[in-house]
């Protein structure tokens, strides 16, 4: 198959011979050697460097997205993002990222860029009593008192995404930042792949509607499958995919192009057609009955901590499920509630644009639901929609959460331009793709490292922000931060 670097090494080949034709014929055309040797030197240079994905996948002709950037940012949106006010994140809320991941300055000059009159402006309120960072890290332990195995987990991990919807090399990248900033990797309902294990990050192992990795060969959920994958020492947790904020009420899609032979046999599916899974659980319909599986999880799994998501939609359900809790006595160790804005490898428009309750507002709801039933200091709330600051960080455990999970601010750390390719297979830096051209671009090493230095200026941002609020690190589990707007 034609690739772009098959094309630049061939056009190489063929511009050089052509040049050196032309200059037999006519001599004093001999100076074009120098611009077409610079190009193939620079082509060449390209494919061999780790930094940049778009280059080593798009030789020489990847530079101008760099060099428009340059010029002048407005430049570069026009021409190379022109429907961007469709796009879900700003320019700068990704520049900060790709700034925190390569650690290089995220300081930023001359004050406040935002209309603060604006509505919606969102601020945190400092304290004349601020206190001094500290050095560690705040941890945040999960697992009530049927947990045997409790896991002390950083504010901020890498929120479900599968192998399947993101290529091995990304996989590999998360996980590796995972294991050097000890903090959890999710691996999406796509199941539990070698690639998740072979870095040895911590790991949440989800389990989705299709049961990927632990079903039987009628795609029923397989508990014999998962006592085995769940008892591996690198899987800390188990999360029960209810529903995804992109998408609630809908199964997860794999396009068919990307369901690689090796893809197909770690999900027990067959090859050459879309893997859809189905919108709701087999394995339980009741909520009496969800809550009998969370349990009968935690027994599987000889005491780790599981819990499960969902996007809130109808309030009277998470009160039902409330009320089973209540009446079983069997409680999640935590709870993942995810906004209607979260992102997704593939969903159809209006389930992304329309459906699920915004993440601010099923926190609030999911933290006074939980409050009102007397059952919110036995169960964790994870957040996850958009958390890329320390601020995103210290507001959504202000208003409910105990720490919080991240998506697409972690693909950006491993070079993600917002493309939106991730359902075409033709993401051109190598992380939502399978076609093992583009795939080879992502450098395991250099981007897990990334992910890594995301991880650890943002949290530490986030331990900044909240000591100049004067709250204590330690106490920054569980609603309490002083936020507005
Ligand atoms: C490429 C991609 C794949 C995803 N796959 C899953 C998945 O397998 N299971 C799931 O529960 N959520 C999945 N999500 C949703 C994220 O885990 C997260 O809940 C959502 O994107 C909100 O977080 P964010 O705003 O930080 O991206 C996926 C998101 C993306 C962008």
Redo the contacts with the bound molecule.
């Keep these: 198959m034609l690739t772009p670097r098959k094309i630049f090494l061939g056009g190489s080949v063929a511009a050089a011979g052509a040049v050196l034709g032309v200059s037999r014929l006519v001599p004093e055309l001999s100076w074009a050697f120098v611009p077409v040797g610079v190009v193939i030197a620079l082509g060449v240079y390209d494919l061999f460097q780790e930094k940049h994905a778009i280059r080593r996948n798009f030789p020489f002709v990847g530079r101008f997205r760099y060099w428009l950037e340059i010029i002048r940012p407005e430049v570069h949106q026009y021409f190379v993002e022109s429907n961007a006010s469709g796009r879900p994140f700003s320019r700068e809320l990704r520049s900060l990222v790709y700034q925190r991941a390569k650690n290089v300055t995220d300081t930023l000059p001359f004050g406040t860029e935002r209309d603060v009159y604006q509505v919606g402006y969102e601020w945190m309120n400092h304290s004349l009593r601020a206190l001094h960072p500290p050095d560690e890290a705040p941890r945040v332990v999960i697992g009530g008192p049927d947990c045997k195995q409790p896991y002390a987990s950083s504010v901020l991990n890498v929120?479900?995404?599968?192998y399947g919807?993101?290529s091995k090399n990304a996989i590999l990248a998360l996980n590796g930042g995972a294991k050097l900033g000890g903090f959890a990797h999710?691996t999406?309902?796509?199941g539990l792949s070698p690639h998740h294990l072979e870095p040895g990050g911590d790991i949440v192992w989800?389990i989705?509607t299709g049961y990927f990795g632990c079903r039987d060969a009628e795609g029923r959920f397989d508990p014999g499958r998962f006592a085995e994958k769940s008892a591996i020492e690198q899987v800390k947790m188990i999360?029960l995919?209810l529903s995804?904020?992109?998408k609630p009420g809908h199964g997860?899609i794999l396009p068919a192009r990307k369901v690689t032979p090796e893809i197909a046999a770690i999900r027990h599916v067959p090859l050459g057609q879309d893997v859809l899974s189905p919108p709701t659980h087999t394995a339980f319909t009741t909520p009496l009955e969800l809550c009998e599986l969370v349990g009968k999880l935690r027994e599987l799994s000889k005491g780790k901590p599981v819990g499960f998501?969902l996007c809130i939609g109808k309030r009277r359900e998470v009160f039902a499920i409330c009320k089973a809790m209540l009446e079983t006595g069997i409680l999640p160790d935590f709870i993942?509630v995810?906004?209607g804005?979260?992102?997704?490898?593939a969903a159809p428009l209006e389930f992304s644009n329309v459906l699920g309750t915004p993440l601010n507002e099923g926190l609030v709801f999911l933290h006074n639901a939980l409050v009102g039933t007397g059952l919110r200091d036995k169960i964790k709330i994870v957040a996850?929609?958009?958390?890329?600051t320390g601020f995103d960080i210290a507001h959504k455990i202000a208003i409910g959460a105990d720490l919080c999970?991240?998506?697409?601010?972690?693909?950006f750390a491993l070079g993600c331009i917002q493309a939106q390719k991730?359902n075409t297979n033709e993401c051109p830096t190598g992380v939502?793709t399978q076609d093992p051209d583009l795939v080879a671009g992502l450098v395991v090493g250099d981007k897990a490292k990334r992910v890594y230095n995301f991880h650890r200026n943002t949290v530490r941002a986030f331990v900044e922000l909240i000591s100049a609020s004067g709250v204590s690190a330690r106490r920054s589990s569980g609603p309490g931060t002083s936020c507005g707007g």
Excluded: Y
């Excluded at 929120?159 to 599968?162: G, L």
């Excluded at 804005?341 to 490898?345: A, F, P, R």
């Excluded at 999970?405 to 693909?411: C, E, F, G, P, V």
């Design positions: 929120s479900a995404m599968s919807s993101l999710n999406g309902e796509g989800q989705g999360e995919k995804q904020g992109a997860g998501k993942t995810d906004g804005e979260g992102g997704t490898g996850s929609g958009r958390v890329v999970a991240s998506a697409r601010a972690m693909m991730c939502a």
